[in-house]
């Protein structure tokens, strides 16, 4: 009975846990492109000949091959790794942009369940990888989120009468307004209105160039941050670490 209910599976996904079980081995769970998150023991993974120890590390990306319980803890049988991220790992801030997207991709996933967040999570994660400002790929990720925490913003219009002549965002409002719907909102600039928008509908996978002005991305950041912490309900450990980090 027990075999009928386990089949081999390959599925491609990221480690986004992996906690200690025994002398030598470790309980992992992948965040997975088509089947959510699995949970999966690692028999004897902390050996340093095992081929599963480096598929078996926090944030390890590729294929995974396991015997597959629906309900209930997978048996990982090998992996074939898609990328190391040596750049991200050769670094202590970007190391904590890959903790936080991972955080908040799960929150994003359990909330909304949807397909569409794995290919947005792998798209951030490899363009840090490539090389790109993590903070506006973090930004850029954050933004495109939203619909799927249900706190969508409407950044293509005045939100109280569809005017496309907007001067400014009002986060408690839920995007942007147009000037005669303005009460105390202070103005923003053009420019991060503009960016904005970009950041929320650019194809992450295909972004070639980020070059933006530095205080326009910390004002784009900052107000993201402001809604997140206001509006979104989430609290995220590796935000904190982030945030102690950039200062
Ligand atoms: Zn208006």
């Known amino acids: 009975m027990l075999l009928k209910s386990m089949k081999i599976i390959s599925v491609e996904g990221i480690v986004v846990s992996s906690t200690s079980f025994k002398e030598s081995s470790k309980i992992i769970n992948i965040f997975t492109k088509d089947m959510g998150i699995i949970g999966c023991m690692s028999k004897g993974c902390k050996s340093l000949k095992s081929k599963l120890r480096i598929p078996s590390e926090k944030f390890a990306y590729g294929v995974f091959h396991m015997y597959y319980k629906e309900n209930g803890l997978s048996t990982l049988i090998d992996a074939d790794i898609?990328?190391?991220?040596?750049?991200?790992?050769?670094?202590?801030?970007?190391?904590?942009?890959?903790?936080?997207?991972?955080?908040?991709?799960?929150?994003?996933?359990?909330?909304?369940e949807s397909q569409d967040i794995y290919p947005l999570m792998e798209s951030a994660i490899l363009k840090i990888e490539e090389g790109f400002n993590p903070?506006?790929?973090?930004?850029?990720?954050?933004?495109?989120?939203?619909?799927?925490?249900?706190i969508n913003l409407n950044l293509d219009n005045c939100v109280k009468c569809g005017s496309n002549k907007v001067v400014t965002i009002s986060l408690s409002k839920g995007g942007y307004i147009c000037a005669n719907h303005r009460t105390n909102e202070p103005i923003v600039d053009e420019k991060v209105m503009k960016l904005l928008r970009l950041y929320y509908y650019v194809d992450i996978?295909?972004?070639?160039n980020l070059d933006i002005e530095e205080n326009v991305s910390n004002e784009i950041n900052h107000i993201i941050e402001e809604y997140?912490?206001?509006?979104?309900?989430?609290?995220?450990?590796?935000?904190?670490?982030?945030?102690?980090?950039e200062v």
């Open 228 to 245: 997140y912490d206001e509006y979104s309900g989430i609290n995220i450990k590796s935000k904190k670490m982030l945030k102690d980090l």
């Open 82 to 112: 898609k990328d190391y991220f040596i750049n991200i790992k050769s670094d202590i801030l970007k190391i904590s942009y890959l903790s936080y997207i991972c955080e908040l991709s799960i929150s994003a996933f359990k909330e909304s």
């Open 135 to 150: 903070k506006i790929i973090t930004n850029i990720l954050e933004l495109q989120y939203l619909e799927y925490l249900g």
């Open 205 to 208: 996978s295909k972004i070639s």
